[in-house]
């Protein structure tokens, strides 16, 4: 005889020490199975972005120099996380982390057969790297966290890059004032996003302890909607 599995009790792994924040603000997008499967599509990074996707990709991926050892902090849905590995190549390391079960499993999936690829469940404000990184890397995670966990999260990935190497954290930024869509921006914040807007008020060098010991270099695209930021161990 087989006995079914309430999909609720089914569903309940996927809900293990995730955080707070996430399934009470951003369970619909990435802790629920079921939705973060449809969700994890290009075309839904591309329209949440306006389109904007491959240019903030871009500037992440170019930052990537063959054989680089890499963290990025956090899945994103469609095809990044490949594309971060295939550019690190054989002789380099990709390791990614995400709190969530679903996020860590649609990420397996992806990197799949990708010996250079590793995926471990991490909360980002925590985690140990197990080598020294040339590059870590923060895409759009900032905005869906509280303010101590952007300043833990900042603060850790920025204590594992050694003299030379390199933080970088593509997000969202405060918008121009002719800029139409931050109106739009300003009512989704209200309704589905209520850790983002502080980015649009504050550098994300400021949420770090050690700021001054970096070189911070800030660029805005899209009408100042987004920004990409680096930062250079100097000491
Ligand atoms: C990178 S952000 C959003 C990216 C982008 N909006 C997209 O389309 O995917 C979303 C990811 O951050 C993960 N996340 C949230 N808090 C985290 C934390 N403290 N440490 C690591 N991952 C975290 C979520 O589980 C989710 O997979």
Request: net charge neutral; aromatic share 12%.
């Amino acid at each position: 005889m087989t006995t079914l599995i309430p999909q609720e009790v089914a569903n309940k792994r996927y809900y293990q020490d995730v955080p707070d924040y996430m399934t009470e603000v951003y369970d619909w997008a990435y802790v629920n199975p079921r939705k973060a499967r449809l969700l994890d599509r290009k075309l839904v990074v591309s329209t949440l972005l306006f389109g904007n996707d491959q240019r903030l990709m871009r500037a992440y991926l170019d930052a990537i120099r063959p054989g680089d050892k890499v963290w990025q902090v956090a899945h994103v849905y469609g095809d990044l996380v490949q594309r971060a590995a295939d550019r690190a190549g054989s002789a380099g390391r990709f390791l990614l982390t995400d709190v969530t079960p679903i996020q860590v499993e649609l990420a397996e999936g992806k990197l799949e057969g990708i010996a250079q690829a590793e995926v471990v469940r991490a909360d980002a404000a925590g985690f140990q790297l197990p080598f020294t990184p040339d590059l870590v890397c923060s895409f759009f995670l900032l905005h869906e966290v509280p303010e101590d966990k952007k300043r833990a999260i900042v603060d850790n990935m920025l204590a594992q890059v050694p003299v030379g190497g390199r933080a970088m954290f593509v997000d969202y930024h405060g918008p121009k004032p002719w800029q139409p869509i931050g109106w739009l921006l300003k009512w989704v914040n209200r309704v589905l996003e209520p850790f983002a807007e502080a980015l649009w008020r504050k550098e994300i060098s400021a949420y770090a302890e050690e700021a001054d010991r970096f070189e911070w270099r800030k660029r805005t695209v899209f009408g100042g909607v987004y920004q990409i930021v680096s930062a250079i161990r100097q000491r």
